[in-house]
């Protein structure tokens, strides 16, 4: 199993990625993290090498923590492709289309339910994600046919830049496949990057 990226480490990749936005060297929308280093690995000390991983447009611990060298991810990045991350050898897949990568991830589990393959899928969603249709019926296929996924609900309480229980009103029912954490991203803002934030 690659080894986990630390607290720290993840940070100064974000830091790095942040610095090389400002000095205007990466031609197309990033999204940051933080504030979730702990949680994710945590999380990720659960996944296998061989396991798939499924994100969103804030992808880049995820890719980190999957074992996707830091040197080609940095270069997927200033190629203008952050919030579209593909690795197939890593077995890493991200999307920045709403609602689209937990059918994709559940089509991967079935997949591998038939082929009877022990590896396991892992989607990774945000919490304005969980509140839509289309995770609804994602999750209830998986859990009416056993399929070897687990979902990752990153519930930063925000939809975009307003707050999801405003928005949204949760009143979330316990499944077996969903794991949910809670955090807050105190450095950068949730849709792009600010100065402000940023320290820079």
Same mark, same amino acid.
């Given at each position: 199993?690659?080894?986990?990226?630390?607290?720290?480490?993840?940070?100064?990749?974000?830091?790095?990625?942040?610095?090389?936005?400002?000095?205007?060297?990466?031609?197309?929308?990033?999204?940051?993290?933080?504030?979730?280093?702990? %949680? &994710?690995?945590?999380?990720?000390?659960?996944?296998? #090498?061989?396991? +798939?991983? @499924?994100?969103?447009?804030?992808?880049?611990?995820?890719?980190?923590?999957?074992?996707?060298?830091?040197?080609?991810?940095?270069?997927?990045?200033?190629?203008?492709?952050?919030?579209?991350?593909?690795?197939?050898?890593?077995?890493?897949?991200?999307?920045?289309?709403?609602?689209?990568?937990?059918?994709?991830?559940?089509?991967? %589990? &079935?997949?591998?339910?038939?082929?009877?393959?022990? #590896?396991?899928? +892992?989607? @990774?969603?945000?919490?304005?994600?969980?509140?839509?249709?289309?995770?609804?019926?994602?999750?209830?296929?998986?859990?009416?046919?056993?399929?070897?996924?687990?979902?990752?609900?990153?519930?930063?309480?925000?939809?975009?830049?307003?707050?999801?229980?405003?928005?949204?009103?949760?009143?979330?029912?316990?499944?077996?496949?969903?794991?949910?954490?809670?955090?807050?991203?105190?450095?950068?803002?949730?849709?792009?990057?600010?100065?402000?934030?940023?320290?820079?």
């Amino acid at each position: 199993m690659t080894r986990l990226l630390s607290k720290e480490e993840l940070i100064s990749f974000e830091e790095e990625i942040a610095r090389l936005y400002f000095e205007k060297k990466i031609p197309g929308p990033v999204h940051l993290s933080y504030g979730n280093e702990e %949680a &994710l690995i945590n999380i990720f000390g659960a996944v296998r #090498e061989d396991d +798939w991983v @499924f994100s969103t447009h804030r992808s880049h611990y995820h890719a980190l923590l999957k074992g996707v060298p830091r040197d080609w991810l940095r270069d997927e990045i200033l190629a203008g492709h952050s919030i579209t991350i593909n690795n197939p050898d890593y077995n890493f897949y991200a999307s920045a289309i709403m609602g689209d990568i937990a059918p994709i991830a559940v089509g991967k %589990a &079935l997949a591998l339910k038939l082929k009877n393959s022990k #590896e396991h899928v +892992w989607c @990774f969603v945000g919490d304005m994600f969980a509140e839509m249709g289309t995770f609804s019926e994602s999750l209830k296929y998986a859990e009416r046919n056993s399929l070897p996924i687990t979902f990752v609900v990153e519930d930063n309480g925000m939809s975009v830049v307003t707050p999801t229980q405003e928005v949204w009103g949760l009143d979330h029912s316990e499944a077996s496949k969903v794991v949910r954490y809670e955090y807050k991203n105190s450095r950068y803002p949730h849709a792009g990057i600010s100065k402000e934030y940023s320290g820079f």
